[in-house]
């Protein structure tokens, strides 16, 4: 069976996952992961405003907020921007609960961006597209909008297989099933602890960088930098993941 989007939920951060979310991920709340990242956007943003898409509970927002740039956000899932509410420094981080797709927040903003694979999270070229537009509008003329996503690894996947492992540990078994027609893609996770799994599934749209860089092109933006990851690596054939750099036509 195709994977369909309109099978599909993105919503899947309801209550019980944000109050899980910082132990869950917390690889990611890491200082070597985060600090580079916070360093990457405090050098785009400069004296800001900063809006950042899918904000969830606030890894990057908080942390970016810490050194002096005004920091808002977007966030679909109320149970996450609860979560970022209840920090130190939460209540001062204004959240508008919508789309990043399509909400529109007050103000105009030097940097725009949407980290950790979200703009997968999307799952059609149409709201991919809209949620460029939207990052466009919200920017003054040579404003950046950031993104860090994954390159998808189909060349590693048999022709013909749905299925591709990428961490199988004795705590976490990890499987994407992935579409090459439709472009959709499932990640699956089962986590073992005291003898019981627990299972999370999030669907998402996998996206190649030329293909974001046409939407850049289609809202008005035009790619200044493409890095592997936060620290300026080199973006080169076998980077797992990019992080790119777009600005605003002035
Ligand atoms: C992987 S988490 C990333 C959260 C945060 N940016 C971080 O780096 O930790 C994905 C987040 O995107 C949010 N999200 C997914 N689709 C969204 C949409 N269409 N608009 C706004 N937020 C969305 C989810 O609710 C969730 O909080």
Known sequence: MPLDADDLDPHVWGADVARSYDRSSAGMFAPEVVGPTVEFLRGIAADGPALEFAIGTGRIGLALAETGVAVSGIEFS???????????????????????????????????????????????????????????????????????????????????????????TDTHLGFDEIDTVTQLLVSHHYDFADGAATTFSSPHRYVWPSELDLMAMHAGLRLDQRWADWTRAPFMADSAGHVSVWRKVA
């Open 78 to 168: 109320e149970a996450m921007a609860a979560e970022l509410a209840a920090k130190p420094g939460g209540e001062a981080l204004p959240v508008v609960v919508g789309d990043m797709a399509s909400t529109r927040v007050p103000g105009e903003f030097a940097l725009v961006y949407l980290v950790y694979n979200t703009i997968t999270n999307l799952l059609t070229q149409e709201q991919q597209v809209a949620c460029f537009e939207n990052a466009a509008a919200h920017l003054r003329p040579r404003g950046a909008f950031v993104i860090e996503t994954f390159v998808p690894r189909l060349r590693q996947l048999v022709p013909g297989e749905r299925y591709q492992p990428f961490e199988v």
